[in-house]
């Protein structure tokens, strides 16, 4: 028995491969249930008393034998194939740059075209207290123009909301800044809409306000046909009567952009018309809520949605491409 001992671990020693299933084959030869050792382990129960110890210790090192050589081959040929898949004179996978979103290229044009004639940048947070979103903007409690801006408001603090327009930028600044103020407030607004696919309860403003001596309806109509020819190519608006609380008199802007797509129809409603923007003259009463004087200062704001003008620009066909984030779509988009 000894003598078989010695052969097999000889035999172990002298053994190796690279060859996965070999070493495999190996291990169920030695170790596998049927396999040699077992068998020994069987054979041992056999041996007379006197040399249990002698042979006992044979087959421990031919068991410490066969393991060890198990685990050397086996790391072995792991490293190898690391070293077959890692070619390190391989160029590196080429990082993916990304896009900007549509919704911020559009956005950073017409921050460009603003800018061009003198508005800066300014921002305020989303979520707001009552004061800068309603209050302050002419909308008190109760005041049924609420209703057309529902919005989601903390159970435990109806003082605090998510903003509902970026209006509420205008009584933030106002509140920092004395006239002349020119400014441009773009960002994501609220509103408790019936949330399904189509419709959403997240979308994006971009807000404009202007105060400063003098400052007539003219300016606001001017400035706002300078815009659209700016974006769109297309200087045709029109102004119809609306009506905001936090300005007076009001109107709804309307730019004819034309019918030549099925996008065109759908987002026009088929009158070839884009309702762009809400505007008009900054009411007295919300001067005089932020402390500006209103016999001496006159100014315009305006607020228009982003997304449509999106779409109508990419001839995008469903707004909730612009929520899906899908990067099949995202990657299509260039600046304008
Ligand atoms: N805040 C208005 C809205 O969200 C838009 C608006 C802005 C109207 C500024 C007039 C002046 O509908």
């Given amino acids: 028995m000894l003598e078989k001992i010695d052969e097999l671990l000889a035999e172990v020693n002298r053994f190796t491969s690279s060859n996965k299933d070999e070493i495999e084959q190996f291990r169920i030869r ?3 249930k049927k396999g040699i050792l077992n068998d020994i382990f069987a054979q041992f129960k056999e041996v007379a008393n006197e040399h249990k110890k002698e042979v006992g210790q044979k087959i421990n090192a031919l068991k410490q034998a066969v393991e060890t050589k198990f685990e050397e081959l086996k790391n072995a040929t792991a490293s190898t194939i690391i070293v077959e898949k890692e070619d390190l004179t391989r160029p590196g996978f080429p990082a993916a740059l990304g896009t900007r979103h549509p919704i911020n290229l559009v956005k950073n044009r017409i921050i460009e075209i603003f800018k061009s004639i003198g508005f800066a940048v300014a921002d305020g947070p989303e979520i707001e207290d009552d004061w800068h979103n309603f209050t302050a903007l002419n909308l008190p409690e109760y005041h049924p123009a609420r209703d057309m ?14 903003r509902t327009h970026t209006s509420s930028v ?37 807000e404009g306000l202007y105060i400063d001596e003098n400052v007539s309806f003219a300016d606001l109509k001017q400035t706002i046909q300078f815009f659209t020819t700016e974006l769109f190519g297309k200087s045709k608006i029109r102004m119809r009567p609306s009506y905001f609380p936090f300005t007076e008199p009001s109107a709804e802007v309307d730019v004819y952009w034309g019918l030549n797509s099925e996008t065109d129809y759908r987002i026009t409603k088929g009158t070839g018309w884009l309702e762009i923007m809400g505007c008009g003259m900054v009411d007295p009463a919300v001067l005089k809520n932020v402390n500006i004087d209103a016999d001496k200062y006159s ?3 305006f607020g228009m949605g982003i997304e449509r003008i999106v779409m109508l620009l990419y001839q995008m066909s469903d707004i909730r491409m612009f929520f899906e984030n899908d990067k099949r779509m995202l990657d299509q988009f260039v600046s304008l």
């Fill in 30 to 32: 030695f170790s596998g």
């Fill in 149 to 162: 801006q529902d919005t989601f408001f903390i159970e435990t603090n109806p003082d605090v909301l998510l």
């Fill in 299 to 301: 100014g315009y704001a």
């Fill in 170 to 206: 205008q009584i933030r600044y106002l509140e920092q800044h004395q006239p002349p103020v020119r400014i441009l407030s773009p960002g994501r607004v609220f509103r408790n809409e019936a949330i399904s696919s189509r419709s959403h309860c997240i979308f994006h403003q971009i």
